[in-house]
């Protein structure tokens, strides 16, 4: 089992929610963060003054799945949440210990 | 102009009228129920104007940790200034002073001695007047609030906003308003140019200086964390100011409609024109610029408000919204004094623009109400220099004097852990966003 975590534009939330749904991935979780990446932050301005915003909103994505799912799940949200431009984000994944249906009991992939 | 009004109302078939309808036994007493009625409405108005209006305007601009203390200082100035205006705010503004009238009133209707349900000022209770008059008192210390928020103490800002009350804006209320020396020169200040907007920002400015900048200041402050709160206060200032302006005529007549009227259309031209030079400058207007420009056209059309006509207000929202926001750049990044939300140069500067400007804006060439009797725009231009430049001096001084005072006592400045923390916690133990 791996843990792919994903740190996205916040409005492309919903196509990698989609293009997920399309693979049988049956949940996630996302979480509204703030990073910065090699985009860095932005100035914004009020009343004629600059302020940097160095933590820009991103929203962070972290789906568990099973190993054979795993190389088209991140090939799915590298699609779906590509612009092009940068601030784009970035892929995480790492080996999963465990994983337990809280309701069930049911452990490891039948979990998922 | 607020100087309580001479009666009248000539009391034809009053007592005719008595007999058949008891209720016109009060017109001859000199009450106009019409022009109560409006004022009873411009005192909410203008109450409005600072709570929830100037708190929530304020609210908005300031980091997420310091919400709640600027609300605090906006709702605990209105209750320390009303207990003083009952106290002995009113009595030393508008009663007579005796031998010293020219620079301050006497105590005679302190805790509004000898004041009944019948007394009138003008064509109103004068119970009504005392209202009216106590919210213009609540808002102009209130509108100091922008000058130090997020690291100020907040013994220091009560002691501050009572101090100032007595010392800076009752003295000049009655220099103005009251009979004073100013008002004997001849000086025109419909609805507070001097009275709230000058005492206002020049002592925002001292306290800024004096307690110093937030700290990360310029370039590390945080940027407003809501704007759309600012947004909510902005537009409630709008509506409040008909009552502030409007008001002011203390009649329900053409002068009050056409206060309102210029009121308005200085607000919407200098919302335009800060938003325009935004645009230009730095390729986006924002919401932030377009009500920062209105509050700045509001401030400048108050001294003129009965005194100019649609053209003039035309000239003055203009000229507001340019300039302000050209004085809120120089103070910030070339003086680099941090009066955080700008009242200097939004209030103050815009005060001292629309009391110069009066003094031709009214000539009937510019769709005036015309000039006073007997004096020329020179003139008018000379009394209202004295007027700016005297106010401006004894609020700095005084304040300079009530802050160093309020250093000794309690301390400006809270430690630098309790600034980073957030005042809303530190200070009052709250928070305003729980996520």
Same mark, same amino acid.
């Given at each position: 089992?791996?843990? #792919?975590?994903?740190?996205? /534009?916040?409005?492309?939330?919903? %196509? *990698?929610?989609?293009? $997920?749904?399309?693979?049988? @991935? ?26 940097? #915003?160095?933590?820009?909103? /991103?929203?962070?994505?972290?789906? %568990? *799945?099973?190993?054979? $799912?795993?190389?088209?799940? @991140? ?38 | ?435």
């Amino acid at each position: 089992m791996k843990m #792919v975590m994903a740190v996205i /534009k916040p409005h492309k939330m919903d %196509a *990698v929610r989609e293009a $997920l749904s399309e693979l049988a @991935v049956n949940g996630m979780t996302a979480t509204e963060v703030k990073g910065y990446g090699r985009q860095r932050g932005h100035t914004e301005i009020y009343r004629g003054a600059e302020y940097t #915003v160095n933590f820009l909103p /991103k929203v962070k994505v972290e789906v %568990a *799945v099973s190993d054979d $799912l795993v190389d088209r799940v @991140v090939e799915a949200i590298q699609e779906a949440a590509r612009t092009g431009k940068i601030g784009d984000g970035k892929v995480f994944v790492y080996d999963m210990g465990k994983a337990v249906r809280i309701r069930t009991g049911e452990t490891g992939d039948d979990a998922l | 102009m607020l100087t309580g009004k001479k009666n009248h109302v000539v009391p034809v078939l009053a007592g005719l009228g008595a007999m058949l309808w008891p209720g016109l036994a009060a017109a001859a007493d000199g009450l106009n129920s019409g022009d109560t009625a409006w004022i009873l409405v411009s005192t909410a108005l203008v109450l409005f104007m600072t709570l929830p209006g100037l708190a929530l305007f304020y609210a908005g601009l300031v980091r997420s940790g310091a919400v709640l203390s600027v609300l605090m200082h906006c709702f605990a100035i209105c209750c320390v200034v009303s207990v003083l205006w009952l106290a002995v705010g009113y009595s030393l503004a508008f009663s007579d002073g005796g031998y010293a009238n020219a620079f301050i009133g006497g105590l005679d209707k302190a805790f509004l001695a000898g004041v009944t349900t019948d007394s009138l000022s003008g064509t109103v209770p004068e119970l009504l007047f005392f209202m009216f008059q106590m919210t213009f008192a609540i808002i102009t210390p209130a509108l100091i609030v922008g000058a130090y928020p997020e690291r100020v103490k907040f013994s220091a800002v009560l002691f501050f906003s009572a101090v100032w009350l007595l010392v800076v804006y009752v003295p000049v209320t009655h220099w103005v308003w009251g009979g004073g020396w100013l008002a004997e020169m001849g000086v025109r200040d419909f609805a507070g140019g001097i009275v709230v907007h000058v005492t206002a920002g020049i002592s925002a400015l001292v306290f800024a200086s004096m307690l110093g900048s937030r700290r990360g200041f310029p370039d590390h402050v945080r940027p407003p964390h809501n704007p759309g709160i600012t947004v909510t206060g902005a537009a409630m200032l709008w509506v409040g100011w008909f009552g502030f302006n409007a008001g002011s005529a203390l009649a329900a007549d053409g002068n009050a409609a056409m206060a309102m009227l210029v009121t308005h259309i200085s607000a919407a031209t200098a919302s335009l024109a800060w938003a325009a030079v935004e645009w230009i400058k730095f390729g986006r207007p924002s919401v932030i610029g377009i009500v920062t420009g209105m509050v700045a056209g509001l401030a400048t059309i108050t001294p003129a408000a009965g005194f100019v006509g649609p053209v003039g207000a035309l000239i003055i929202g203009l000229v507001s919204g340019i300039v302000c926001q050209w004085m809120t750049a120089w103070i910030k990044h070339r003086i680099k004094i941090d009066d955080s939300l700008d009242v200097f140069a939004v209030h103050g500067v815009g005060g001292i623009l629309g009391t110069l400007m009066v003094s031709f804006l009214a000539l009937e060439s510019f769709q005036g109400l015309g000039l006073a009797e007997g004096m020329g725009v020179g003139d008018h231009l000379w009394v209202q220099t004295v007027g700016v430049v005297s106010v401006a001096a004894w609020s700095a001084v005084a304040s300079f004097v009530i802050i160093k005072i309020a250093s000794a006592i309690f301390g400006l400045r809270v430690a630098e852990e309790d600034e980073i923390e957030g005042l809303d916690i530190t200070a009052h133990g709250e928070r305003s966003y729980d996520f």
